[in-house]
């Protein structure tokens, strides 16, 4: 079975870095059949896509976000990261990461974790 | 970037009855790379539709999706009361990808 799960701080003050860790298991983030990824949602919002990793470590974001964000995977804890610099309140959403399935026909985040809330304020 | 416009912003249906959601994209969708998710309150997002048409792994068959290029639909033939919740489609036929902004289905 595989599961995800976020975590890392809950506050975050503004102009600071944003980091959060997406921790997987049932599942290698360094095998070249996934793609993972991250996705936020501002309260009451919808869903915004942040950007994905390959195992192999190449990243593509969101043009929105791309200036700020980092992703990045650590093979040896089965983890990958987000982190997002610069942050103002609108960046206060909650944060999942997913998992993507690659192949002829990829199956975009399809597994999920519960998300973690993110709140910037000072 | 592609714009991708749901369609309405809420559909009010009792159960039983037959939904059509519409996701309408601002330019053709690479190779029908269209997705439908639901949502709950408080819980993350789940997979219905991927590639336009395919269900995902144990979604019921009263879900089906349909459409290319521009426009896609998501059909739920009989509503049940667990599918109540709110949808939301996404593209990832590029190297950017989108969400529409959600259509709620509620209890009429």
């Known amino acids: 079975q595989v599961r995800l799960q976020e975590s890392g701080p809950g506050l975050v003050k503004p102009s600071e870095t944003l980091s959060l860790t997406c921790t997987v298991s049932?599942?290698?983030?360094?095998?070249?059949?996934?793609?993972w990824g991250w996705i936020r949602q501002p309260p009451g919002g919808g869903l915004e896509w942040i950007g994905n990793?390959?195992?192999?470590?190449?990243?593509y974001y969101n043009p929105s976000l791309k200036s700020r964000v980092t992703i990045s995977v650590d093979t040896s804890k089965n983890q990958f990261s987000l982190k997002l610099s610069a942050v103002t309140g609108a960046d206060t959403a909650v944060y999942f990461c997913?998992?993507?399935?690659?192949?002829?026909?990829?199956?975009?985040?399809?597994?999920w974790g519960q998300g973690t809330l993110v709140s910037v304020s000072s | 970037e592609i714009v991708l416009t749901q369609s309405p912003g809420t559909l009010s249906l009792s159960p039983g009855e037959r939904a059509t959601l519409s996701c309408r994209a601002s330019q053709s969708v690479t190779s029908s790379h269209l997705a439908w998710y639901q949502q709950k309150p408080g819980q993350a997002p789940r997979l219905l539709i991927y590639?336009?048409?395919r269900r995902a792994t144990g979604i019921p068959d009263r879900f089906s999706g349909s459409g290319s290029g521009t426009d896609f639909t998501l059909t739920i033939s009989r509503l049940e009361p667990e599918d109540f919740a709110v949808y939301f489609c996404l593209q990832y036929g590029n190297s950017a990808w989108t969400f529409g902004q959600g259509t709620k289905v509620e209890i009429k």
């Open positions: 990793i390959y195992y192999s470590g190449n990243t």
């Open positions: 997913a998992r993507q399935i690659d192949g002829y026909i990829p199956v975009p985040f399809d597994y």
């Open positions: 049932g599942g290698s983030v360094s095998s070249s059949s996934y793609q």
């Open positions: 590639a336009a048409s």
